[in-house]
């Protein structure tokens, strides 16, 4: 049975290679310029559903668009991923899925990461476009 476009992305960003870190910083201690942030938590992506982690690339394609038509510096641009789960079972049966391999969180646990999120945001780069 041939696989449906959503599968042949989800495969094609799988081949990508790229790097994810789970990093804790105090917010005080960053000291890094930022004018630009696309977030993104993977759940609805352009019509292929739950893609966890692997909808990264969304928040970095459309940066890239703002880097090349807009002329933002691409050094103070922020793609980031809200790791929270994912509701693809496909992906939590994934031995090389790399994401949280727990259910999405929702309701208000999801929107208390969120709140907190944005509100370290707000006090990092209280200028930055979200």
Known sequence: MEEDVGEKALHM???SIKIYLLVTVAVG????AVDMIV???GSRILG???LGVHGIDIPI???DIYVADVGMNPE???PVMLNVGTNNQKLLEDCLYFGLR???LEGDDYLAIVDEFMEAIHT???EAII
């Open 102 to 104: 727990q259910p999405r």
């Open 61 to 63: 394609g459309k940066l």
């Open 29 to 32: 201690s960053l000291q890094i």
């Open 76 to 78: 103070r641009v922020l």
């Open 48 to 50: 292929l559903g739950d």
């Open 124 to 126: 990092c780069w209280p």
């Open 13 to 15: 960003l799988n081949r």
């Open 39 to 41: 977030v993104t938590d």
